[in-house]
């Protein structure tokens, strides 16, 4: 079992920055694949962007391309997710989750992902 946690969220200009943290414990030890996802309220469950346990392997959603940037450190068993020039459109709850899958994959398959964090708001107002 892999428990993960976010942090980070909260409310912003449009404009702004935020940097969201997902602090994974127990089963850390194997090599996971993790993404970040959002939903708007009405919407689906929507990718946003993907590294690979080895971080040679990064996949990011066309919205959020050229500013959002995925990161992690292993030894810290954390996942970061910096964003940059926040649109309001980005306003969503910000999920992220781990994957069971080789070293060097990143999946952006939600239906890959066997581990999910509670979810963090992030509010970007006009």
């Known amino acids: 079992q892999v428990q993960l946690v976010e942090s980070g969220g909260g409310l912003v200009q449009t404009g702004g920055s935020l940097r969201l943290s997902c602090a994974a414990s127990?089963?850390?030890?194997?090599?996971?694949?993790m993404g970040w996802f959002r939903q708007a309220p009405g919407k689906e469950r929507d990718f946003v962007a993907a590294?690979?346990?080895?971080?040679?392997?990064?996949y990011y959603a066309d919205s959020v391309k050229g500013r959002f940037t995925i990161s992690r450190d292993n030894a810290k068993n954390t996942m970061y997710l910096q964003m940059n020039s926040l649109k309001p459109e980005d306003t969503a709850v910000y999920y992220c989750?781990?994957?069971?899958?080789?070293?060097?994959?990143?999946?952006?398959?939600?239906?890959?992902?066997?581990?999910w964090g509670q979810g963090t708001q992030v509010t970007v107002s006009s």
């Open positions: 989750a781990a994957a069971q899958v080789p070293a060097f994959i990143a999946t952006m398959k939600t239906n890959e992902y066997d581990y």
């Open positions: 127990g089963r850390t030890f194997r090599p996971y694949s």
């Open positions: 590294i690979s346990w080895s971080g040679g392997n990064i």
